[in-house]
């Protein structure tokens, strides 16, 4: 899937648009890459000398692989924003620093009316990097 694709299916853009392409997709799962470049915006601060992708990117990176992976079982249509309402059980287990690639790993693991509740995982060479269990909704245009 490319980069236009992505942004039809979910409003995130540049620079908080944080997946470059799509590998596969099924019904209930979704694999996702980012390469993250030296010239992100939040090197600048975290932390200077030594730059370290955030936890909070690598969940918002999972949770925007969720949104593509539910703009075609949620409702919504245009102008529908999905919102991420919990993140539980949140691990990190190795930096992410520019240069680096990641595969995302999403998983519809359950959807109750308008709730849909997921897992991620953000591999690095193979190797988890993060995980998380997160819900979200998706918000209708009025």
């Known amino acids: 899937m490319s980069i236009e694709e992505i942004e039809a ?9 944080l997946l470059d392409r799509i590998e596969s997709r099924t019904e ?3 694999v996702c890459v980012k390469t993250f470049h030296a010239d ?20 918002e990176s999972c949770m925007q692989a969720g949104a593509i992976l539910l703009s075609h079982v949620a409702p919504g249509g245009k102008g529908a ?5 919990r993140a539980d059980n949140v691990k990190f287990k190795r930096m ?7 595969e995302i790993h999403v998983t519809l693991n359950e959807r109750v009316a308008n709730a849909f509740f997921l897992t991620g995982q953000v591999k690095l060479q193979g190797k988890l990097a ?5 819900a979200c909704t998706v918000h209708l245009p009025n």
């Open 40 to 59: 992100e915006f939040f090197f600048q601060g975290h932390f200077p000398g030594q730059p370290i992708v955030p936890g909070v990117i690598l969940c």
């Open 9 to 17: 299916a979910i409003p995130h853009r540049s620079p908080m648009l």
């Open 130 to 134: 993060a995980r998380l269990d997160f």
């Open 28 to 30: 209930n799962s979704i």
């Open 96 to 102: 992410v620093t520019p240069g680096d690639s990641i």
């Open 81 to 85: 924003v999905p919102l991420a309402t």
